[in-house]
């Protein structure tokens, strides 16, 4: 069979959660050996011509700070791929890097990909990881890959839900025997609350304020819930109406006020998937609740919100930011499980 000569013998192989916010490279046998932003800096040339300079966390850093003569991006947008050259050259980074710099290695390519995505961005993403010096490309969908990561029972006939909520997509997914049963994916994430806080900001407070800022207020003081005492927190930005440097001092309230509108629309996108659940399997996640993965299930609250508005418990998982990568990990380690998991795709 096909995969069995793709994944059977070779150990250079990876994996690769390839996410709008962070990428996650896997190696057999290895582990994590990559996390990073998913963001490339590029250096513009006289000439026009534009030359990688940084890639992860040192462009990151860089996002919102640079000169005319730096752009720093960011590939993916809303889950998928928005300027095709980058992304290739962040994918075939990362993949050097995984090899030690060693670019002769063409390795075999699992990659993630959210479940919503057309044919179109599927083939962009596989084009992107040939391009970049991949010698198979192997696609899985997220949310399997999240509910494995998370140690669902997956092969088990019973409904396992997931939602992975990470910063361009939410995907929310009912597994059971190793295939998605129902299933929806939404494009708003964690950089949607980053925008929200931006425009509140700028609406209640005229602050102007970058992407960056928007996401550290977000991790700080961000809630789903109304606090008994709600955090604060000192921020700086620019006046819009003076134009002058200002701090202002804002309160997790405002925060949640901001970010309620993505978090209706996350509620009513797990509704929609549970008022379509067949009714056996629908017992079983009344038993067994609802896990949260990705990024997004580290929003203070988030658990109870959305335990709330569905009346079914809902649960972290262990490492929310790692599930998916791990999920894929575990693909490729158990060939077995890669075969059942893309039986059926
Ligand atoms: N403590 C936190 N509280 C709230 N949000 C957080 C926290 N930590 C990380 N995030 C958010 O999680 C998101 C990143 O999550 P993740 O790495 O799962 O996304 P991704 O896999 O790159 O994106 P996608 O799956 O949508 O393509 C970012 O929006 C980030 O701001
Ligand atoms: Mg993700």
Do not use: W
């Not at 928005?82 to 990362?94: G, H, K, L, T």
């Not at 994430?189 to 509140?200: A, C, H, V």
């Not at 006046?239 to 993505?262: F, H, T, Y």
Request: negative net charge; charged residues 30%.
């Amino acid at each position: 069979m096909l995969l069995d000569r793709l994944f059977g013998m070779f150990s250079n192989d990876l994996a690769i959660d390839l996410g709008t916010a962070n990428t996650i490279v896997i190696s057999k046998g290895h582990g994590i050996i990559i996390n990073e932003p998913s963001v490339v800096a590029l250096q513009k040339s006289r000439y026009g011509k534009k030359r990688v300079l940084a890639v992860g966390k040192e462009a990151k850093e860089m996002l919102g700070k640079t000169p005319d003569t730096i752009e720093a991006i960011r590939p993916l947008k809303e889950g998928v791929i928005a300027d095709f050259d980058v992304a290739e050259e962040m994918i075939r980074f990362f993949i050097k890097k995984a090899h030690n710099r060693n670019s002769f290695i063409r390795p075999r390519v699992l990659i993630c990909v959210p479940y919503g995505l057309t044919q179109v961005e599927r083939k962009a993403v596989r084009d992107s990881a040939y391009s970049a010096g991949a010698r198979d490309v192997i696609l899985v969908e997220e949310p399997k890959a999240a509910a494995i990561g998370a140690g669902l029972p997956i092969k088990d006939p019973r409904g396992n839900m997931v939602i992975d909520i990470g910063g361009g997509t939410t995907e929310v997914g009912v597994i059971s025997l190793e295939g998605l049963v129902r299933s929806k994916s939404i494009k708003v994430g964690g950089d949607r609350f980053d925008q929200e806080i931006i425009s509140y900001m700028k609406n209640k407070y005229n602050l102007l304020i970058g992407e960056r800022t928007g996401e550290a207020i977000k991790i700080e003081i961000g809630t789903a819930i109304k606090e008994d005492e709600p955090k604060k927190m000192s921020i700086k930005g620019r006046d819009q109406v003076s134009g002058l440097l200002k701090e202002i001092e804002i309160s997790s309230e405002d925060v949640r006020e901001a970010i309620k509108e993505p978090l209706e629309e996350i509620s009513t996108a797990v509704v929609e998937v549970l008022e379509v659940v067949p009714p056996d399997l629908a017992g079983d996640i009344v038993e067994n609740g609802i896990v949260l993965t990705g990024g997004g299930a580290l929003l203070n609250g988030l658990d109870s919100y959305l335990s709330k508005r569905v009346e079914l418990p809902v649960y972290i998982a262990e490492n929310p930011l790692l599930s998916v990568a791990n999920g894929t990990g575990a693909m490729l380690e158990d060939i077995e499980l890669l075969k059942h998991i893309t039986a059926n795709d």
